[in-house]
């Protein structure tokens, strides 16, 4: 049976991850090199240091560790500035409707993320309340693929790990789920998130009666 279902926030519930890459890219371009749109799958789900460190590679730089925080923290005033004017207007689609199903069906619901944001995020599209347990970047020390985030979440929730599905757009984020014993549901392409219990484009597609097939 299924008793919690832990979701990602970037990518997931709200389309952050179009922030996070005109960040990213508008830093290489300062920097001197590209970055598309295919490099930033990369990214997906991967702190913001080891994003910085991967963001690096991609333009053959080599930093010290102060020049890489300033940058990272040059980085992260962008996106605030940009989350800054969120509101729920920018749920994605069918993922509020899909969260209030679950509820009214006494299935818990935890945030597992690893940005240090999410609570800017979530106060600004209205969705703290809709919470049992949130887990993001400020309390987990270890990053995806590693299962903390999810792992601490069914914890916080007192359910066990093989009753819960993690709903994530990273390959990072299936890998962290798979490693955390939960089932999990892809949200974007079967190309990156293959090794998921099953691919959606959107969470418009889903209903609870699917989730409990899984
Ligand atoms: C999420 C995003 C990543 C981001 C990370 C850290 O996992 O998918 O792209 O780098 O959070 O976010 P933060 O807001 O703390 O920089
Ligand atoms: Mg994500």
């Known amino acids: 049976s299924i008793t919690a279902c832990l979701f990602d926030l970037d990518g997931v519930l709200v389309d952050t991850a179009k922030y996070h890459y005109?960040?990213?890219?508008?830093?290489?371009?300062?920097l001197g090199f590209d970055f598309t749109e295919q490099d930033n799958e990369r990214l997906k789900g991967v702190s913001r240091m080891a994003s910085l460190d991967i963001l690096l590679e991609i333009g053959g730089m080599t930093l010290d560790e102060e020049a890489k925080l300033a940058l990272a923290e040059k980085k992260n005033a962008w996106y605030v500035e940009y989350i800054s004017k969120m509101d729920e207007s920018e749920i994605l689609p069918g993922a509020l409707d899909f969260i209030q199903a679950l509820k009214a069906r006494g299935i818990k619901v935890a945030l597992g993320s690893a940005s240090k944001n999410a609570m800017l995020i979530l106060n600004n599209t209205g969705l703290t309340p809709y919470f049992d347990a949130i887990i993001d970047g400020t309390k987990t020390s270890q990053a995806k693929p590693d299962p903390e985030v999810f792992t601490m979440g069914a914890h916080e929730l007192g359910v066990q790990p093989d009753t819960c599905v993690v709903f994530e757009d990273a390959e990072a984020g299936i890998e962290a789920a798979t490693r955390a014993g939960m089932r999990s549901v892809g949200i974007g392409?079967?190309?990156?998130?293959?090794?998921?219990?099953?691919?959606?484009?959107?969470?418009?597609?889903?209903?609870?009666?699917?989730?409990?097939?899984l």
Not at 196 to 205: N, P
């Open 189 to 213: 392409s079967p190309e990156t998130l293959g090794r998921a219990s099953i691919v959606l484009s959107s969470l418009e597609e889903f209903t609870v009666d699917r989730l409990l097939e």
């Open 22 to 30: 005109i960040a990213w890219k508008r830093l290489a371009g300062e």
